[in-house]
C-alpha cells in the first residue's frame, strides 16, 4: 500500500513539475527560414556569393625541416552578393591562415595566406584549412600536403 502511494505522489509531483507556466510558445515566422534551393533543385534566390577558388589545393613538395612555406589559396566572389569569409581554420597549430575580415564585392578577387612551419615536423604532412563563408556550401576544405625531410 506504501509503495502504490508513493508511486501516485511521484506522478502527481512529476505532472505539476511539468506544467507549462507563462505564455504559449510564439509560432516561427517562415521569414526566417532561408532555403535557396526547391525540392526540385531550381534556385528560388538568385541574390547570393558563390566563392570561387582557383585552386583548393597545393602540394609544396620537399622541404628541410625548420623551413616555413608560405602559400595564398586566390578565390573570386563569381555570385551576385557580397562575400564574407566568417572564420578560416587550420587543422593543425603549425598552420597560420589570414585572410580579408571585409566583405569581398560580387567579381572581386581574394586571397586566403597560409604559414606552414615545419619545425618538428617529418614525412608526409597533409594540413586541411576549412573557411567558412555566408556562400552554399558554406563550408569549403582548402588542402597543403607535402613532404618534410630531416636534415
Not at 59 to 68: A, H, R, S, T, Y
Not at 70 to 76: D, E, I, L, R
Amino acid at each position: 500500500m506504501k509503495i502504490s502511494s508513493y508511486m501516485w505522489m511521484l506522478s502527481l509531483a512529476l505532472l505539476v513539475a511539468c506544467q507549462q507556466d507563462g505564455p504559449d510558445e510564439e509560432e516561427v515566422s517562415m521569414d526566417l527560414i532561408s532555403n535557396p534551393l526547391t525540392a526540385s533543385g531550381e534556385d528560388k534566390n538568385d541574390k547570393r556569393p558563390i566563392i570561387s577558388f582557383e585552386s583548393g589545393s597545393y602540394d609544396f613538395g620537399k622541404i628541410i625541416q625548420g623551413e616555413k612555406i608560405t602559400h595564398s589559396y586566390s578565390f573570386k566572389n563569381t555570385g551576385t552578393a557580397p562575400l564574407v569569409i566568417s572564420s578560416v581554420a587550420a587543422s593543425c597549430g603549425c598552420t597560420i591562415p589570414t585572410w580579408e575580415k571585409d566583405p569581398i564585392a560580387v567579381g572581386e578577387r581574394g586571397e586566403i595566406n597560409v604559414v606552414f612551419d615545419s619545425e618538428g615536423k617529418r614525412g608526409a604532412q597533409a594540413k586541411d584549412i576549412t573557411v567558412i563563408t555566408n556562400s552554399l556550401p558554406n563550408t569549403l576544405i582548402l588542402r597543403l600536403t607535402g613532404e618534410v625531410v630531416v636534415p
